[in-house]
């Protein structure tokens, strides 16, 4: 198993496709997705190595410390290294700020399985959309979300007329809410004033 401490399990072979069947045992054991090296010369046995096992960080003539982290080998920078499924993990490289970023896509359809009269469309027909048409369509789904946006805020149209405010009449006792006289909410207001008490 992986042991933090200066130990170091060496094994004996007979030939690359024992070694094969080594490494699979060890990565079964304890390392199942995550990382092995092989150093080698022959770009064959390099490939028919790396393709079979359950690792998906194969590092060829380097440090696999070192190699596994992207320090020596161009892969990302990071001291987290996913397994993949294999390691019960749902990513299989090495861990960045990347994976910390959700993206929202918005995506439109290229290519229809029906028409706009629902008839089934065939293959060589899905090439009348051309990027024009895609530009309007996207011009007139743009067009509903800033009206969705607009509506929300309550804000008017930019460049419709806005009528002004009614200005208060005077003179005339004015009628508030539904059929409440003026002088009424005065004598709710001297009402409430009383009960409050006196500081």
Same mark, same amino acid.
């Given at each position: 198993?992986?042991?933090?401490?200066?130990?170091?399990?060496?094994?004996?072979?007979?030939?690359?496709?024992?070694?094969?069947?080594?490494?699979?045992?060890?990565?079964?054991?304890?390392?199942?997705?995550?990382?092995?090296?092989?150093?080698?010369?022959?770009?064959?046995?390099?490939?028919?190595?790396?393709?079979? /096992?359950?690792?998906?960080?194969?590092?060829?003539?380097?440090?696999?410390?070192?190699?596994?982290?992207?320090?020596?080998?161009?892969?990302?920078?990071?001291?987290?290294?996913?397994?993949?499924?294999?390691?019960?993990?749902?990513?299989?490289?090495?861990?960045?700020?990347?994976?910390? $970023?959700? $993206?929202?896509?918005?995506?439109?359809?290229?290519?229809?399985?029906?028409? %706009?009269?629902?008839? /089934?469309?065939?293959?060589?027909?899905? =090439?009348?959309?051309?990027?024009?048409?895609?530009?309007?369509?996207?011009?007139?789904?743009?067009? !509903? %979300?800033?009206?969705?946006?607009?509506? /929300?805020?309550?804000?008017?149209?930019?460049?419709?007329? *806005? =009528?002004?405010?009614?200005?208060?009449?005077?003179?005339?006792? =004015?009628?508030?809410?539904?059929?409440?006289?003026?002088? *009424?909410? !005065? =004598?709710?207001?001297?009402?409430? *004033?009383? *009960?409050?008490?006196?500081?």
């Amino acid at each position: 198993m992986k042991k933090l401490s200066p130990i170091l399990a060496f094994y004996t072979v007979d030939g690359w496709r024992e070694g094969c069947h080594k490494c699979i045992e060890l990565l079964e054991f304890g390392g199942l997705g995550h990382t092995m090296v092989i150093h080698s010369s022959d770009p064959d046995i390099i490939t028919k190595f790396a393709l079979e /096992k359950p690792a998906f960080r194969v590092l060829v003539n380097t440090v696999a410390a070192l190699g596994a982290v992207g320090y020596t080998t161009g892969l990302d920078p990071s001291m987290t290294l996913g397994p993949g499924t294999l390691g019960h993990s749902i990513i299989s490289e090495n861990v960045t700020a990347k994976h910390l $970023i959700q $993206i929202k896509r918005l995506a439109y359809e290229l290519l229809p399985i029906h028409d %706009i009269e629902g008839n /089934k469309v065939q293959v060589q027909d899905s =090439k009348r959309f051309s990027s024009q048409t895609l530009k309007m369509e996207a011009k007139s789904i743009i067009e !509903e %979300i800033e009206e969705r946006i607009r509506l /929300k805020a309550g804000n008017p149209p930019v460049g419709s007329e *806005q =009528k002004p405010y009614p200005m208060p009449s005077h003179g005339a006792e =004015k009628i508030y809410g539904t059929g409440i006289t003026e002088e *009424q909410i !005065e =004598k709710i207001i001297k009402e409430f *004033q009383s *009960q409050l008490p006196n500081k």
